[in-house]
Structure formats: structure tokens, C-alpha cells
């Protein structure tokens, strides 16, 4: 089986810095996506990680710790844009993505 | 570079019913997946396929059944629908599988079961 955990919501203010953590324990792992999705809209692809450390790319950082069964989304300078849900993923095996429960991001001015 | 389509957009159906879904993969992507979103739930993973074969499978029953084409669309047949199959299912397509590739999605069907 497999256990992905995020916090369900979290709310902050335009232009300050928001940490969206998560938690895994399954049965593989081949790597980790961050995606984005607004209501009612498609995911989106934020980032991706298979080994440990950061990745950054512009506004938006993604940290993986393998060991620890740990990654964090890091969304700095805030938007209102940004509000949307966003959903940890990792790659059990070559064919299977699961998904956390999503964190909803509120962004208030 | 054309995204990925699915249709229709939003379908009700009633119990005991049948019902196809039907995806268009992103050009160049020949591998497709298939996902249900409950509401306020991360996608759950169906099966996907690659190559016109289903090469891997979540914990859906059989009546949740899929096909590929050699153009690598994509459908979803659900059978005997029951209330709880009501969901936002998503089809993603990637290029190859097992790569770092990300799956690219679709805006979804939206199916509601009366």
C-alpha cells in the first residue's frame, strides 16, 4: 500500500513564502512530483526530484530527502495566482503515480 | 504542440448504466493514464497503457476497463456504474513510461451518477 501525507490547507499573505510539506511511505520509489491545480481545472507539472536536495526553478523550489521519505514545495513571493491545490506524487514503479490528498493555498492580499 | 483532450466534458449516467470516455494524448506521447478524482481527493491511479497494452493496474475492479489505439487515444469503460464511480477522471499523457518524464493532463470529465 502506500501512505502520502500534506496538510490540507494552508493560508498566506501576497509576497510572503509558503512551505508545503510531504510525507510518503510506499511501495517503490522512482522519483516525485509537485503539480499544481486550479478548481476545476487539469494538474499542472510544477517539478520533479529523484535525488536528494533542491531544485529550483524561478519562483518555486522543490527538496527531496529519500531517506527521510520527505519532500517540501517552497512558493516564494506569493500571488494571488498561486491560490490553487497542490498535490505531492510519487512514482511507485515505471506505470504508477500516487497522489497526496492535495493542499489547498490560499493567497490573501 | 496540441495538449491533452478528453470528452466529453461533463456526463450523468444512472445506476447500472455503461459509459466511455475518451482521451487524445498529447502529440508525441505514446503513453496514456487514467485517473479518478473524488472531490477533495488527490487523483487515484486506474491503469495505464502503453504500446495499445494495459502494463500496470490500481486497485480498480474489472469493470473499469480501458483501450488504446494505435494513434494513442485512449478510452475508459466503466460498466455497471455505481454512485460512489461519481468523480472528475483524468487521462495524462507521457512520452515512453518508467522515465522522468511528467504526465501531462487533461481538464477531465466530470461524471455524475444518479
Known amino acids: 500500500g502506500q501512505n502520502i501525507d500534506q496538510p490540507t490547507e494552508m493560508t498566506a499573505t501576497e509576497g510572503a513564502i509558503v512551505q508545503i510539506n510531504c510525507t510518503y511511505q510506499?511501495?517503490?520509489?522512482?522519483?516525485l512530483f509537485w503539480y499544481q491545480q486550479h478548481a476545476g481545472e487539469a494538474p499542472t507539472f510544477l517539478s520533479y526530484n529523484v535525488l536528494d536536495g533542491l531544485e529550483e526553478k524561478g519562483r518555486f523550489s522543490s527538496f527531496l530527502s529519500r531517506s527521510k521519505g520527505y519532500s517540501y514545495l517552497l512558493l516564494k513571493e506569493l500571488q494571488m495566482k498561486d491560490s490553487a491545490s497542490y498535490l505531492c506524487?510519487?512514482?511507485?514503479?515505471?506505470?504508477?503515480?500516487?497522489f497526496g490528498a492535495g493542499t489547498t493555498v490560499t493567497v490573501r492580499a | 504542440e496540441t495538449g491533452v483532450t478528453q470528452s466529453p466534458t461533463h456526463l450523468i449516467k444512472t445506476r447500472g448504466q455503461q459509459v466511455t470516455l475518451r482521451c487524445s494524448s498529447q502529440?508525441?506521447?505514446?503513453?496514456v493514464s487514467w485517473y479518478q478524482q473524488a472531490l477533495g481527493q488527490g487523483p487515484q491511479f486506474i491503469f495505464q497503457y502503453y504500446r495499445e497494452e494495459e502494463n500496470g493496474r490500481g486497485n480498480f475492479p474489472p469493470r473499469f476497463s480501458g483501450l488504446q489505439f494505435p494513434n494513442y487515444s485512449s478510452e475508459l469503460n466503466v460498466n455497471a456504474l455505481e454512485l460512489d464511480d461519481s468523480a472528475l477522471y483524468l487521462c495524462a499523457s507521457s512520452k515512453g513510461q518508467g522515465t522522468n518524464q511528467p504526465q501531462h493532463f487533461g481538464d477531465g470529465t466530470r461524471l455524475s451518477i444518479l
Open positions: 506524487a510519487v512514482r511507485e514503479n515505471d506505470y504508477k503515480l500516487s
Open positions: 510506499t511501495s517503490g520509489f522512482n522519483g
Open positions: 502529440s508525441g506521447h505514446n503513453t
